[in-house]
């Protein structure tokens, strides 16, 4: 006779963090860079006594520990919980739907983005690139917070959908293919500079490395 | 996750292939002029002789080379511990 152990254990409730962390990766891992880049680069900086924002806006050194923190926790708390609110294909539909307002935000996106870029302090080299990248993740998720806020609008005003056409139903199907993985690359290819240029400084500092080699080309 | 893990071994790994590339190319082309160019496309570098070879001959050891040859591994590890978690 087969016998049957019944528990009363209830299945366990991951922490909420963790949960999150596991089920957002990508987005974890960009907000996790952008906040090491801003974390520990302002830090390094300021200690080489060299000009970082905090001097610039005239912030105090533990204002910034505990701020800096907080803000990439906040932007990571909002970012996760709108990814919570909408799957792939429901995010998908709600692009068929609206057309227009994609349309219009895709165009104001493309065209204000080189401006929103020029009036930023980006620095130099890396730096430039991580910077100009923190930018447009930034400004892509705020136009998108504010294209949510259109649809939303626009579906109590029209309740049914007026436009609907195919060419734009295979550049929305075709955008959900590529961009996910192109995206991937960017950061990827971003990380792996920064990891390049940090072993390539710790490694020269450890070996007393003066570029002697190079210069006998 | 493993998807971002392996891009960034594989750009570490393969950006410090072509570096050392770069490295051998301008050796031999110093050493042995056009025919130094063509002939390094032909050979790989030995990882250990070339070094040594450059050391010898410059009298000045290629710790660059050896820097990147170390990135180059550390994007490997990546790669490959990456490629465990899918």
Redesign the interface.
């Known amino acids: 006779m087969d016998e049957v152990i019944i528990t009363s254990e209830a299945p366990r409730r991951e922490n909420f963090f963790l949960g999150r962390m596991r089920k957002y ?2 987005l974890t ?1 960009t907000l996790g860079f952008l906040f090491l880049f801003r974390f520990v680069g302002t830090l390094i900086f300021y200690f080489a006594g060299q000009s970082t924002f905090i001097e610039q806006f005239g912030l105090s050194i533990g204002f910034f520990l505990i701020a800096i923190p907080v803000a990439y926790l906040a932007q990571w708390l909002v970012a996760t919980w709108v990814a919570s609110k909408y799957t792939r294909e429901k995010l998908k539909e709600k692009f068929y739907r609206h057309p227009i307002a994609t349309m219009i935000f895709a165009f104001l996106y493309v065209t204000d983005l080189p401006y929103r870029l020029s009036e930023s302090d980006l620095g130099g080299g890396l730096f430039k690139m991580i910077n100009a990248f923190e930018i447009i993740i930034y400004y892509a998720f705020l136009s998108f917070l504010w294209w949510l806020l259109i649809c939303w609008i626009s579906e109590k005003i029209w309740k049914k959908q007026r436009f609907m056409w195919e060419w734009y139903k295979k550049v929305v199907d075709k955008i959900f293919v590529f961009l996910p ?1 192109l995206y ?2 960017i ?3 971003m ?3 920064l ?2 240029l940090l ?2 400084v710790l ?2 500092g450890v ?1 007393n ?1 003066s ?4 210069q ?2 | 996750m493993g998807t971002i893990g392996k891009i960034i071994g594989y750009i570490l790994w393969i950006g410090a292939g072509i570096l050392m590339f770069i490295f051998w190319l301008m050796a031999m082309s110093k050493w042995l002029g056009f025919f130094g160019v063509i002939l390094s496309f032909i050979l790989a570098p030995g990882l250990v002789i070339f070094p040594l070879v450059f050391w010898i001959v410059e009298g000045v050891f290629p710790t660059f080379y050896f820097i990147v040859w170390g990135i180059g591994i550390v994007g490997l590890i990546i790669a490959g511990i990456s490629s465990k978690n899918d």
């Open positions: 990766q990508v891992f993985p991937k690359f950061l990827g290819l990380v792996a500079l990891i390049f072993l390539f490694m020269a070996f490395y570029g002697e080699d190079l006998k080309f």
